[in-house]
């Protein structure tokens, strides 16, 4: 049975995968607050991962780092503390997990790195300036990493597009603004934490030993198809 740390498992897609994960492996969360999940195969270390000491972990085989931001403003609204921060919460916090549980990760079962991206750093969109630089960090990041960790240790990306959580609820207030951004995308639809979980889990697979410094785009057709 594999050992995964989820860095920020307590909501979103960061508690959706946990969900799918405790099937089959042991996991061990990193976050703020306690995920309302109990299992014998879970355990929970509260921490803020950019300000704390991150707790020492004997054995893993795999590392999800959930953490994200949505900060959609103009340009001429964005601070250069808004870049800061993003840029802290989604390059530097993954940096530092990575860091710290690196060399046990050497010593795991086929290790696996999963890290969050965005359809924006890809899809120019107006008002996404500060977290399309912070995700193209996480993306360069990726690529890096996947060709100096080979071959034991694999890391991959997931780019979603509008995902229906917390972190998205400003985007998805009202039946309106739900139904605007269904039909901006040619599926129709956009995503369910569920289906992230589900790419991740995948990723963090022996079923995907072969895949290592690639970014998924789980976009719904938006960055893919001009309809």
């Not at 601070?79 to 993954?94: H, Q, W």
Request: with cysteine; hydrophobic share 40%.
């Amino acid at each position: 049975m594999k050992t995964i740390i989820v860095i920020g498992g307590s909501k979103g897609i960061g508690k959706a995968l946990i969900d799918k994960l405790l099937i089959s492996c042991r996991v061990i969360n990193i976050s703020r607050s306690t995920p309302e999940i109990s299992h014998n195969h879970l355990t929970h270390h509260s921490c803020d991962v950019i300000n704390d000491e991150l707790p020492n972990i004997e054995q893993a085989d795999g590392l999800v780092y959930c953490p994200g931001s949505i900060n959609l403003k103009p340009i001429s609204r964005l601070s250069i503390d808004d870049f800061k921060s993003d840029f802290e919460i989604n390059v530097l916090g993954a940096v530092k997990v990575i860091q710290k549980y690196l060399p046990i990760l050497k010593n795991g079962n086929q290790a696996s790195i999963v890290l969050f991206s965005t359809v924006a750093a890809k899809l120019g969109m107006p008002y996404h300036a500060s977290i399309a630089v912070a995700k193209s960090g996480v993306e360069g990041l990726v690529k890096s990493l996947g060709a100096e960790l080979a071959p034991n240790i694999r890391i991959n990306a997931i780019a979603p597009t509008v995902t229906n959580t917390e972190l998205a609820s400003k985007l998805l207030r009202n039946d309106k603004m739900i139904e605007n951004i269904t039909e901006r995308h040619p599926l129709k639809k956009f995503l369910a934490p569920e289906e992230v979980a589900e790419m991740t889990a995948f990723l963090l697979s022996d079923s995907c030993a072969s895949v290592s410094g690639q970014i998924f785009e789980m976009d719904c057709g938006i960055v893919s198809f001009k309809i």
